[in-house]
């Protein structure tokens, strides 16, 4: 009668391990883009609302703010400290150019 040779612990859970890594892997993947998704769509609200708050202004006072401190005083826009916003006017009856980024993070 012949012996059954034992195969090793870790060669038996093998295929177990490897299929547990990438379903890990993936989730951190997914969990990443989310992440990178929801950063991506803030700051497209964030310039939304500010584009709504200088048409607002221009609707209501016939001309266009001179700076996005106007709007944060007169018509309640908060900018989360997360962005920087460049607005840039040329004359109070042309529309500005506004662009928001995110704040780099430096360690």
Request: negative net charge; glycine residues 2%; aromatic residues 12%.
């Amino acid at each position: 009668m012949e012996k059954k040779k034992k195969m090793p612990v870790i060669v038996r859970y093998l295929p177990v391990m490897i299929v547990f890594i990438l379903i890990l892997a993936i989730a951190i993947y997914l969990f990443l883009d989310v992440e990178n998704t929801a950063d991506s769509e803030s700051l497209s609200i964030t310039e939304t609302n500010i584009r709504r708050a200088v048409m607002s202004c221009y609707a209501e006072e016939g001309r266009y703010p001179e700076s996005i401190e106007y709007l944060k005083e007169n018509y309640g826009l908060y900018v989360s400290d997360d962005y920087v916003v460049d607005y840039s006017i040329f004359a109070d009856n042309i529309m500005p150019q506004i662009f928001v980024m995110r704040k780099q993070v430096t360690n």
